[in-house]
């Protein structure tokens, strides 16, 4: 899905507060912007074919080994070079509603869509409902499929406990994906990594393709890792703005705000669609919310919040509540 994605700036030229990127905006990065600044000359040269030096920093970060840790262009790199590899499965399962890049990847690449799966396709926490699915039933999925596929994207986004690299390593039914773009809060570096057993870890990077993070990238990844840098210092706290943001949607007559276990959440509109209140916030807040609707599953009354500082939350409220007025 090239467009339809959340943080879609580029539509508008007036925006001051986005609410349709789930990734934290309060990080400070000046610090990494400062010494890639420094480190412009990498560009003159050919980066590391695979991203050895970081998956390294990678894997005794997570007490692995670095045969275990393949190092991708993002997230969304990973989805399509398992699915690639993995084809001949043939079939897959995916946890609806969620991150629609799982279905095109497997649309690509020819699976069929069945309850029994070879290939299981999991989001946890899951975009876009910001639900957490149990330790103990993620194992328990991975027993009725061939290949469990859990992208804990999100996992730095919640405080509920969710299976570590170490977890599963010697098992070959389960791959778990991260992202070092939302960990971060670097989305434009395009950084992610799976973690897996030897095994499995190997089969992808056989298919993989050379030179796949460029070498400002790779910079920037190996200073986040060493650094150990933190996107979110208080992350307590800024849940806790998500429940008081809740409260206040789930105040307003016509609109549901749902529950979450990270900083995100969908809500729906009653009273019109959710792309008729995008538009006007956008056109006359300069407010940006997701229009959920091409979430499989949804409806086109689901929208996607994620939580800002307090005072844009407040004026979110006060936006939706100018909207719904004129609807009357």
Known sequence: MIEGHGDDLYRYDNIKMNFSSNIYNGTDLSALEAYLSSRMAVVRSY??????????????????SPDEVLVTSGAVDAIYLIAQVYRNEGTCRIMQPTFREYEDACRVFGYQE??????????????????VMATDEVLALAERHRLLIVDQSYEDYTMAALL?????????DIILLHSMTKRYAVPGLRLGYVTASARVISRLRQQYRPWAIN????????????????????????????QRLRTMLNGIEGIEAQQTQTNFFLCTIQQATAAELKECLAREHGILIRDASNFTGLTPHHF?????????????????????????
């Open 47 to 64: 980066p590391e074919p695979s991203a050895a030096s970081l998956e390294r920093m990678i894997a005794s970060e997570c007490g692995i």
């Open 215 to 242: 070498a400002l990238s790779l910079e920037a990844g190996k200073w986040l890792v060493s650094h150990e840098a933190i996107a979110i210092k208080d992350l307590s706290s800024y849940l806790a703005e998500t």
């Open 164 to 172: 570590q690299p170490a977890d599963v390593m010697g098992r070959d």
């Open 114 to 131: 069945r309850e029994d799966g070879a290939l299981c396709w999991l989001c946890n926490p899951n975009n876009p409902t910001g639900d």
């Open 304 to 328: 996607r919040i994620a939580t800002q500082s307090p005072a844009e939350n407040d004026a979110l409220v006060t936006a939706i509540r100018f909207f719904l007025n004129k609807q009357q």
